[in-house]
Every structure is written in structure tokens, then in C-alpha cells.
């Protein structure tokens, strides 16, 4: 995307959350819960795209997530979330889950995946990302 705002949005909407993995959002194998990951991995590709833009939005797709270890209960999950394509109605946001151990220092990535929200007005239409 070449519109002059973009770099500048792109930086400053990158968001980043930290969660604790506690029993509650743990599977029978006490690894952290597919479902609970793809909660997370949405809620913060909203965030992140809502920064970017700064209108309203509705997920229409994930795309391609990759669940390359489990995530044991008693360690943390970073997600990082980043604007990594815009259309004319609509941006992709790519979300990484690293693995941290609470007791040692280091991460590496656990779980990837993408997101795509289109902007929308008070019609429920698409409307431009961008302003013209």
C-alpha cells in the first residue's frame, strides 16, 4: 500500500497482549485450548486493525492458522498483532502467539495465523479504509 499514512498507522496500531495460561483456558491435555487461541488471536487483530484505521469493523475471514506447538498451562502467551495488508474496504492482520516461560528468559513462536476485517458504515455497508 502506498498511501502515505500507512507506515505510520501501521507502526502504531501493532498491538501486543500478554496472557497468563491458567487452568481455566487449558484443554484436557493442559495445553492452552484451540478455541481460547483463536478468541485471543481475533480480539487483538480487531484491536490492532481499529488502531489502524479508526472505524468500524467486522471480521470476515481467518486465513491459514498454524499451530506449530502447544502452549502448556503455567507459562505465558504473547500475542502480537499487525496490519500487514490494506485494500480498499478492508485490512489483513497477521497475529503471532510466542511461547514464554514464566521461571526463564525467552520466546519463540507457537501459533500463527491471519485475520481480514472489512470497515463499515452505519449502513452495515464497506466504506474506504481511508478517507479521501
Keep these: 500500500m502506498n498511501h502515505p499514512l500507512f507506515e505510520q498507522r501501521q507502526q502504531h ?50 486465513d491459514r492458522i498454524d499451530f506449530k506447538e502447544p502452549i502448556p498451562a503455567g ?25 514464554e516461560s514464566m521461571y526463564s528468559d525467552g520466546q519463540h513462536l507457537a501459533i500463527s495465523g491471519e485475520f481480514k476485517f472489512v470497515a463499515i458504515g452505519t449502513d452495515k455497508k464497506p466504506v474506504p479504509v481511508f478517507d479521501q
Design 13 to 62: 496500531s501493532e498491538t501486543r497482549v500478554v496472557k497468563a495460561i491458567f487452568p481455566g483456558t487449558t484443554n484436557h491435555h493442559d495445553t492452552l485450548f484451540g478455541g481460547q487461541a483463536l478468541a485471543w488471536m481475533d480480539e487483538v487483530a480487531f484491536i490492532s486493525a481499529t488502531r489502524f484505521c479508526r472505524k468500524p469493523l467486522v471480521t470476515v475471514s481467518s
Design 75 to 99: 507459562t505465558f502467551a504473547e500475542l502480537v498483532a499487525r496490519v500487514v495488508g490494506v485494500g480498499r474496504t478492508s485490512l489483513t492482520v497477521r497475529v503471532d502467539i510466542y511461547l
